[in-house]
């Protein structure tokens, strides 16, 4: 099995019970998570060495944190003790064509505030396979901003893989810095993840006719911009997962891939989701589906249809993490989407 690191900022999620909006919540419901943190928790459960890296406050809310990642065994001996605050979101899950909605409250948290000489690199990425981050973490000060390169020029003196999320948060930072800041960045990458908006926001390439919030997709579109990108920052893969958004309660869901010294490129089965019991953490199984795939040695194809398989089930699944096992996505994988009792 792979080593795996991951780097980004864990947070306190405080969702609304039953669809409830925020104003009529008398108690949120309790979990953790955040991109990485996501990803590091479904690379533990398929079986790879997964390795977090953040900073946390040094108080009884930080050591949750640190628990809940330590409870589905992934590594958190590169956790520092730092800062004032952990990050909060809040989560009003929508339904039907309400949309759900977040609101951050993460200013100047541990990560944020994080400084680069808090990590030990090298040590960090001595005898690492993998390294995932995501245009999260960099989006959260410019602290951030330096801590995300000094990991990536450490992660490529040591000839670790480099996988990218791109993840725009426009509650975070705005697209023109998101594009000089991640333009920059894209140098240290090998795999690109993202979706249409993604490229969009955060690298400038959209993708012909589709249109995020109307679910229509448009695969010629994907072609040109993978070769667009692939041209401009020589990844070895680029992929977008493809949702179609009928409502907050169904969704299509699949995705595409194109390899960047052949170029050829792959479409996904697609999955009808519904009803959605929480998508908050589908893009980051999907990230941690295709790492373990590729990671596995699986060919570009079987590797994305795991990824697929993987964050479908995730839209099953309340929290942020995916809790399932290798052998439930194979099965789906494999064709078995009848959601029959397992006995």
């Known amino acids: 099995m792979a080593k795996i690191v991951t780097m980004g900022e864990i947070m306190l999620r405080l969702s609304t019970p ?54 589905y065994n992934v590594g958190t001996k ?22 759900s909605n977040v609101v951050y409250d993460r200013a100047n948290s541990s990560i944020a505030t994080a400084s680069v000489d808090e990590f030990d690199f090298d040590a960090i990425f001595a005898d690492a396979d993998w390294f995932h981050f995501t245009g999260i973490t960099p989006a959260v000060s410019d602290a951030a901003i330096a801590l995300t390169e000094a990991a990536l020029k450490a992660a490529k003196a040591h000839k670790v893989t480099v996988s990218v999320d791109l993840n725009f948060r426009k509650k975070l930072w705005s697209s023109e810095k998101a594009q000089k800041v991640m333009t920059n960045l894209m140098q240290y990458v090998d795999v690109c993840i993202g979706n249409e908006e993604d490229a969009e926001k955060v690298l400038g390439f959209k993708p012909g006719k589709t249109d995020v919030t109307s ?29 179609e958004s009928f409502s907050a309660s169904n969704n299509g869901w699949s995705a595409c891939i194109m390899d960047g010294k052949t170029r050829e490129f792959y479409h996904s089965r697609k999955y009808s989701i519904t009803p ?26 079987a590797a994305l249809e795991f990824a697929v398989a993987a964050s479908a089930l995730k839209h099953t699944i309340p929290g942020d993490f995916n809790l399932v096992t290798r052998a439930e996505v194979d099965n789906l994988a494999g064709g078995d989407g009848s959601g029959r009792v397992q006995r």
């Open 18 to 71: 039953n669809n409830e909006k925020f104003i009529q919540a008398d108690e949120f419901d309790v979990n953790y998570g955040g991109g990485e943190a996501n990803v590091a928790v479904s690379l533990a459960n398929y079986g790879h060495e997964a390795e977090f890296v953040t900073a946390v406050p040094a108080n009884p809310i930080g050591e949750c944190a640190v628990a809940a990642l330590r409870k």
């Open 78 to 99: 590169h956790i520092a003790r730092s800062g004032e605050r952990l990050g909060i979101y809040f989560l009003e899950t929508g339904s039907a064509m309400r949309a």
């Open 215 to 243: 679910g229509e997709l448009e695969l010629a579109g994907y072609v040109d911009i993978f070769n667009q990108m692939i041209d401009k920052f020589g990844f070895k893969y680029v992929i977008s997962s493809l949702r």
């Open 276 to 301: 959605i019991v929480d998508r908050v953490g589908g893009g980051d199984s999907f990230a941690a589906g295709l790492i373990c795939g590729l990671a596995d040695g699986k060919d570009m194809k």
